[in-house]
């Protein structure tokens, strides 16, 4: 059912800006500004004073205390006036912590409370307060019998809100409260949410205190209540006169108090037929952007639920940058990104919605002023800015992005060379395909080498390698340079010089503005000049994400070739990069790292591998890969077999990127670096103690990783020299033994 009724949004042009957000405020209602104007100019008394202009404020005041106490069903006498929702949490919080704490200090709260409560929670804390947080399940909702469970003989007082505010689920504070009473323990509700859009009773609900704020049901903000029940004692946190029942000190903000009382009785009248119009545009919204993506989350109890509020995530996407590419529409992410780390909502967090899902988690709120048509060209804008930055989507007419206004990683589902396919699925795929042969084929196939080589003399060797990815920085030159930087890798791994390049592109020039894609390819130019060759052409395609790379064309000498296989038994095994790329370029993308981390990623990314293969000219050089996208396990697993052998790994010796362990525990981990460790498991065996987080790491699917070499143990002082006067790292990881059950050992400790 909709009602028609008047918009009143101050100067705001609601044609060009969709308010979606009345879960955070609301516009005032007509009737409360109207309610207050007199109290702006001719009612300006002091409540307190005995005259004619203290009694008219005085009665405005006892009125609007009557129009609350109507609202959620108790006496007047039972409602004090606050600042807001905050100020009314903090009143009863504390007020009954410091109030009670001879019978006990153990408070239970939830997981998910806002920061109204809950950090009123941990500031007791230092008082020597116990607090118990209970986690909600994956729809946000408490179980009672486990916070009746967590009920101890010192439990003074339980403090959960009825509705939360971002996902909309509605806790069963009525039984909790029961039995808390039976129990003799105080009970507090934060109903700011709630409030106005579901029936709230404070005698249904059963608790003794229950907070109130007004700018959540079209009253102004800075003004706010907390129902006390009567008998309830609280001690005062703040001290002066005896306003408010000897409760809150301070001259009455009688103007705010009218609005708050008016918003209160508008509320009470209009209460089913606001739920019914918020849930049908709520509904209507989830509807239209479930049609779109099938794929979507929605966040919070199917039923449960306020009749207004719906959070949904995308997976890989980040909120708060399609909420700035919407132009139409207002609403609220459901994480925050910074500089050097990612804050997801506590709410979100308690639910254990993964960090690749919450990054993307918007919350939608429709509210009384909110239209059919405010919904279907809300869908449209959040639609069409969705497409924008979801990969399998399509995309068409969006203005395009200049270079300086991006975040190319936004653009793309994948990270470099972490977006290859499966290795298991690749694997699968070229077994029934033949195998090449000819008298000139020195390498193809048949060894998963880094590139193909063809002899044109008895002295000259083709080498040729193509390599391309998706964006894993931000900025278009070092993406560019570091797409150039991986190709070339491929050529220095066998040994080889490079001759000449060709450019290979694809790219959504409907989305980003073409001198995007000039900064790619002059990244990529300085890149390849570094590595003194030209960049002779190229082939491009309109994609729907970014994409770059190279063919690569060098030489060799057929006699100086190096591959991946031929390793030897008790070769040692020497790596000139450290891992954790795969791990480090997701945190980029979602917002993780701070700059001094993305320098230093990107530096290591843009690195050639020339010198250290430069260096290694001069030395014996059995076997050699350079370390990309499946990984450390996987092109170690690839030299082994090709070479029939076994490989020991020290993962003490393995150089590993600072922080990655850490962000491997907050869950940031690509899905190639899981498919890497699938793939491997069955030809690689942990010794005991080495969990799943340091397994991850070393199967971590790398870009423009270092060079893996295995050398006869005899020249390791040498070629640690070579590569030291090189400037290039080198890292004693392994050794190669005879061959064993797996393909890979991995102990904790060199021997």
């Known amino acids: 059912m909709m009602r028609n009724t008047e918009r009143h949004l101050g100067d705001m042009d609601s044609s060009k800006v969709i308010y979606l957000d009345y879960n955070a405020t609301t516009p005032m209602d007509a009737e409360v500004v109207k309610a207050m104007q007199p109290y702006l100019t001719d009612h300006f008394g002091n409540p307190s004073s005995s005259h004619s202009y203290g009694a008219i404020t005085r009665t405005a005041v006892e009125k609007a205390r009557g129009q609350v106490a109507n609202l959620i069903g108790c006496q007047a006498h039972e409602i004090v006036f606050t600042s807001g929702g905050t100020e009314a949490n903090n009143m009863a919080i504390q007020g009954i912590a410091f109030a009670h704490q001879d019978k006990g200090r153990h408070i239970i709260t939830t997981g998910f409370e806002h920061p109204a409560v809950a950090e009123v929670c941990k500031y007791l804390e230092s008082f020597g307060f116990s607090i118990t947080r209970i986690s909600p399940d994956a729809y946000g909702m408490i179980n009672p019998d486990e916070l009746i469970e967590a009920i101890r003989p010192d439990t003074i007082l339980i403090t959960i809100m009825h509705a939360n505010n971002e996902v909309g689920t509605i806790q069963p504070v009525n039984i909790i409260a029961e039995a808390a009473r039976l129990r003799g323990i105080i009970t507090h509700s934060d109903c700011a949410q709630s409030l106005g859009k579901i029936p709230v009773q404070a005698k249904d609900l059963g608790v003794d205190l229950l907070s109130v704020a007004a700018h959540k049901f079209y009253g102004p903000k800075g003004v706010g209540a907390l129902f006390i029940r009567e008998g309830t004692s609280l001690k005062k946190i703040y001290h002066g006169a005896d306003h408010e029942k000897n409760t809150r000190p301070g001259t009455e903000n009688v103007l705010q108090i009218v609005g708050l009382g008016q918003a209160a009785e508008e509320a009470g009248k209009h209460l089913t037929n606001n739920a019914l119009q918020m849930k049908e545009t709520r509904d209507r919204l989830e509807n239209n952007l479930q049609e779109a993506f099938p794929d979507m989350r929605v966040n919070g109890h199917p039923d449960s639920r306020l009749p207004n509020t719906l959070s949904v995530s995308f997976q890989n996407l980040e909120a708060s940058t399609l909420l700035l590419a919407m132009n139409k529409v207002a609403a609220s992410a459901g994480a925050a990104c910074h500089a050097d780390e990612v804050n997801v909502s506590a709410t979100l967090e308690a639910m254990s919605i993964p960090v690749d899902w919450a990054m993307g988690t918007i919350r939608f709120s429709t509210g009384k002023l909110c239209s059919r048509d405010d919904i279907d060209e809300a869908s449209k804008e959040i639609i069409q800015k969705v497409k924008l930055f979801l990969p399998d989507q399509e995309s068409t007419g969006i203005p395009r992005n200049e270079p300086g206004q991006i975040k190319l990683t936004h653009f793309t589902h994948g990270l470099g060379c972490a977006c290859k396919l499966r290795p298991q699925d690749l694997e699968a795929v070229l077994k029934k395909l033949p195998i090449p042969s000819g008298p ?312």
Request: include cysteine.
């Open 440 to 751: 000139n084929i020195l390498v193809g196939t048949e060894t998963a080498d880094d590139a193909a080589v063809y002899r044109l003399r008895d002295d000259l060797a083709l080498v040729q390698t193509v390599d391309f990815f998706t964006p894993v920085v931000d900025d278009p030159y070092l993406f560019g340079a570091i797409a150039a930087a991986n190709s070339l890798s491929d050529i220095y791994a066998m040994g080889a010089e490079p001759l000449f390049a060709l450019n290979i592109v694809g790219f959504p020039a409907k989305r980003l503005a073409m001198s995007v894609l000039e900064e790619i390819l002059r990244g990529a130019s300085d890149k390849a000049k570094e590595a003194g060759i030209p960049i002779l052409g190229g082939h491009t395609i309109e994609d729907n994400e970014p994409k770059f790379g190279m063919v690569v064309s060098g030489s060799v000498h057929p006699d100086q070739l190096w591959k991946n296989k031929g390793a030897m038994e008790n070769d040692l095994l020497i790596l000139t990069k450290p891992i954790g790329l795969g791990i480090m370029t997701t945190a980029l993308k979602r917002g993780l790292l701070n700059e001094i981390q993305i320098n230093e990623i990107g530096s290591l990314m843009s690195q050639l591998n020339n010198k250290a293969a430069e260096a290694m000219k001069g030395t014996i050089v059995n076997a050699c890969t350079d370390i990309t996208g499946f990984g450390l396990l996987g092109h170690l697993k690839e030299m082994m077999q090709a070479s029939k052998l076994s490989a020991e790994l020290w993962l003490d010796q393995v150089p590993v990127i600072n922080e990655t362990e850490n962000l491997i525990a907050a869950g940031v981990v690509p899905g190639g670096t899981r498919n890497n460790l699938s793939f491997v498991s069955d030809q690689v065996e942990f010794s005991a103690g080495i969990g799943e987080g340091k397994q991850l790491l070393l199967a971590d699917a790398q870009t423009s990783g270092g060079l893996l070499f295995s050398v006869p143990s005899g020249q390791l002082e040498d070629v640690k020299k070579r590569l030291t006067m090189n400037k290039q790292k080198a890292f004693l990881i392994g050794k190669v033994t005879p061959k064993q059950n797996k393909a890979i050992y991995i102990n904790t400790h060199k021997p």
